[in-house]
């Protein structure tokens, strides 16, 4: 959640990926916004472009609109606001979070979805909240904080079918993100990226103990277009979905 202020010693995770040939792979920062992406080509001109504009989207809506960077509930839809603002508060609502909750699945989207028109293939990571949009089966590797027996050990495996693709994940152990919550990740798989990293948010908050993994895996079909939900707590594990866990 958030437009966070992570170091390079937090996104060490994205130095441990394969680099397959035919891919160009770059790094988008501007003020706290920070990107990894990997496309066919190198993009960081069009992916700066995506990220000003997105940036400005925010800048200007809570300026005008304090609340909107505060608030821990959701705000009523705002038909003037731009499109990023409105999808924003359209997946807080759908998550019953505040709209910043969204913040940064729905830039790393907004910016996907920006560079798919010079590139066939795209990830875009926005401090753990990933946009994919690929053509064929990937496995996204599961981080859970140095003290987690899963950590290094399992990954998602998603098909081709599966793109375009948010994976979103809400920690209370790893990162700057707010958390009400102790879960060392919860991961959200939906189509929307910004619904996915809003009930990341939504679904850490209620994870406290090993035991409120049920009550969490059973509120998440209730938030409509959620595809999958995997929650990590020490050393137990709850899956709820379309979703198939492979070793890493």
């Known amino acids: 959640m958030g437009i966070g202020n992570y170091t390079e010693t937090h996104r060490f995770y994205r130095y441990q990926h394969r680099r397959p040939q035919g891919w160009e792979t770059f790094r988008v920062k501007f003020r706290e916004t920070d990107l990894w992406i990997r496309a066919r080509k190198n993009l960081e001109k069009e992916a700066m472009e995506a990220v000003l504009n997105s940036r400005l989207q925010l800048e200007r809506y809570i300026a005008s609109n304090e609340n909107f960077l505060r608030s821990l509930t959701p705000l009523p839809d705002d ?37 798919e028109r010079f590139s066939d293939s795209v990830i875009v990571e926005n401090g753990g909240d990933c946009y994919l949009n690929l053509p ?96 990590l707590i020490g050393d137990k594990i709850g899956i709820w979905g379309n979703v198939e866990i492979a070793p890493l």
């Open 79 to 115: 038909p003037l606001a731009p499109p990023l603002i409105r999808g924003m508060l359209d997946a807080a609502g759908s998550a019953q979070v505040g709209p910043m909750a969204a913040v940064a699945g729905a830039v790393a989207e907004a910016v996907g979805k920006a560079l």
């Open 136 to 231: 064929g089966e990937t496995t996204v590797g599961v981080f859970a904080g140095p003290a987690s027996p899963f950590t290094g050990k399992i990954s998602i495996k998603l098909g081709p079918q599966r793109f375009p693709l948010g994976v979103c994940t809400s920690s209370a152990t790893v990162g700057p993100s707010l958390s009400f919550g102790r879960a060392d990740a919860v991961v959200v798989l939906s189509k929307n990226t910004a619904l996915a990293d809003a009930a990341a948010t939504r679904l850490g908050n209620m994870v406290k103990t090993p035991a409120d993994i049920d009550s969490a895996l059973a509120l998440a079909p209730s938030i409509a277009s959620l595809e999958a939900v995997l929650i």
